[in-house]
Nanobody, 114 residues
Framework: QVQLVESGGDLVRPGGSLRLSCAAS????????MSWYRQAPGKERELVAV???????NYTDSVKGRFTIFRDNAKKTVYLQMNSLKPDDTAVYYC????????WGQGTQVSVSS
């Protein structure tokens, strides 16, 4: 059974940091590209960051220099380190795995507010 379980979402003040985790099971994690998406209220889901199976990364412009995606294939986990958080980063963050198939996690809420 395929599972992607996100954790780490929280309420944080502007300028703060959070680390999201996504634990995977039920598929060959190491060969899948892993991504983080987010969806804010009233907005479409957007790609935030992606890490290829070999480690190449890419980010949406609004998070470059603030967010870092990385993976631990031994733990079958992908992370999103988020620094210098802004209110505009408030959203539900979803983990995504894509290769021969595509899987989604259930999401974790990140709220940035003073």
């Amino acid at each position: 059974q395929v599972q992607l379980v996100e954790s780490g979402g929280d309420l944080v003040r502007p300028g703060g940091s959070l680390r999201l985790s996504c634990a995977a099971s039920g598929f060959a994690f190491s060969i899948y590209a892993m991504s983080w998406y987010r969806q804010a209220p009233g907005k479409e889901r957007e790609l935030v960051a992606v890490i290829a199976s070999r480690g190449t990364t890419n980010y949406t412009d609004s998070v470059k220099g603030r967010f870092t995606i990385f993976r631990d294939n031994a733990k079958k986990t992908v992370y999103l380190q988020m620094n210098s958080l802004k209110p505009d980063d408030t959203a539900v963050y979803y983990c995504n795995a894509k290769y021969m198939a595509e899987f989604w996690g259930q999401g974790t809420q990140v709220s940035v507010s003073s």
